[in-house]
């Protein structure tokens, strides 16, 4: 199962949006970055929007079944003597921060990035799985059932 670590960021991102304030993140108080998460046979899946983020300017860890991922766009490099007209796409740094339940294989999770999408998979750890227990006594035979 994931989990989410603050309640309150979703109410941060939107009073953002509703008030047009559009600062960049920095490393203490980063923006969110949209994600969403779904389960898929024997693993979550938590796929993470990054357009613009060149690979090794993204960090994924796991400590204490908390998966944390900080990303960061800098500002485009523009040539001398060119002036910037419109810049509103977001710059600095982003971060999410998912609590993985105990039920997660924390060990065995992959990650693949390709066209701004960071996807994360994360296989549910096998004591999780459900699993069939002989039942034996009596005078019948052994039979199983779904544990």
Known sequence: MLMRTDPFRELDRLTQQLSGASSPGTWSRPNPMP?????AGDEYVVVFDLPGVPQEAIELDVERN???VKAERRPLTVAEGVEMQVAERPLGVFSRQL???DTLDTERI???Y???VLTVKIPVAAQAKPRKISISGGDSEPRQINA
């Open 99 to 101: 609590f993985l339940g």
């Open 110 to 112: 992959t990650a693949e």
């Open 114 to 116: 390709e066209s701004g």
């Open 35 to 39: 994600m969403d998460a779904y389960r």
């Open 66 to 68: 908390v998966l944390s």
